[in-house]
């Protein structure tokens, strides 16, 4: 029975252990990630966000301009044969106006896009002070992918939004996210590749293009803590 019991004892610790180091690795991935792109104080410092740039589709170009003040609103202005793009996105409302999406006047989205949206208003990236946040990290442990390995951490947000990332082993910077989202009541993954990192005047480091399952993304001007009225928030 003592035998028994030492063993027992000894599978407990072992799994305990086990879960330690799995959380002392994703904690040491993360920070040297943070570290990588500008570290904690400089993105602390960060408020608002006016970025311009471009989506590329299919030979296609749409420009917009993406506007956020960090935690209480983000607005996304795009134009397409001369029809307008509007979504907005504040803690606890969003609209969306999409005339391809079958929206041709801005309109209120439903609970569960906006829940899928609220972390997009953390403008001092979901992994400085993630804990604080109220998130919660695992690791995976490695995967390969075109000859190259990556830590793979997954992330569930107090949202409720979990989303899988890929952190090259060598730069720590984020190669590529699985986010699960919901649409229409059934889950789907959605992959990004995020490439082009470079750091900017403020001192951070941001990845320039986002190629989303064939969607080029493209930031082609990052202002940091412009002014940004907040009225640009306020839907109908």
């Known amino acids: 029975m003592k035998t028994l019991i ?6 407990i610790a072992f799994s305990a252990m086990s879960l330690f180091s799995y959380a002392q690795s994703a904690d040491e991935i993360i920070q040297k990630y943070v570290d990588a792109i500008g570290g904690k104080d400089k993105w602390k410092q960060i408020k608002s966000l006016k ?5 590329e589709i299919q030979g296609i170009q749409i420009n917009f301009t993406q506007q ?42 439903s609970a569960e896009e906006l829940q899928q949206k609220l972390d997009e208003l953390d403008l001092q990236d979901e992994f400085i002070d993630y804990a604080e946040k109220g998130s919660s990290v695992e690791f995976l442990g490695k995967d390969e992918e075109d000859g190259n390995e990556f830590y793979k951490i997954r992330m569930i947000t107090k ?6 990332y890929f952190f090259d ?29 470079k750091a900017i ?36």
């Open 169 to 197: 082993v060598n730069t720590y910077l984020i190669y590529k996210e699985e986010k699960t989202v919901k649409q229409q009541g059934q889950e789907m993954k959605v992959t990004s590749k995020l490439l082009d990192y």
């Open 51 to 55: 970025t311009d740039g471009h989506i």
């Open 68 to 109: 956020g003040v960090h935690g209480v609103g983000n607005r996304i202005d795009a134009e397409f044969q001369g029809q307008k793009i509007i979504d907005i996105t504040t803690p606890l409302k969003g609209w969306s106006q999409n005339p391809f999406g079958g929206r041709s006047s801005l309109e209120p989205i």
């Open 201 to 236: 005047p403020f001192g951070v480091k941001i990845p320039h293009k986002t190629d989303q399952m064939g969607q080029i993304l493209v930031f082609d001007k990052i202002e940091v803590n412009p002014a940004i009225d907040t009225k640009i928030f306020e839907g109908k």
């Open 6 to 11: 030492s063993k027992a004892l000894l599978l």
């Open 159 to 164: 949202n409720k939004n979990e989303t899988v």
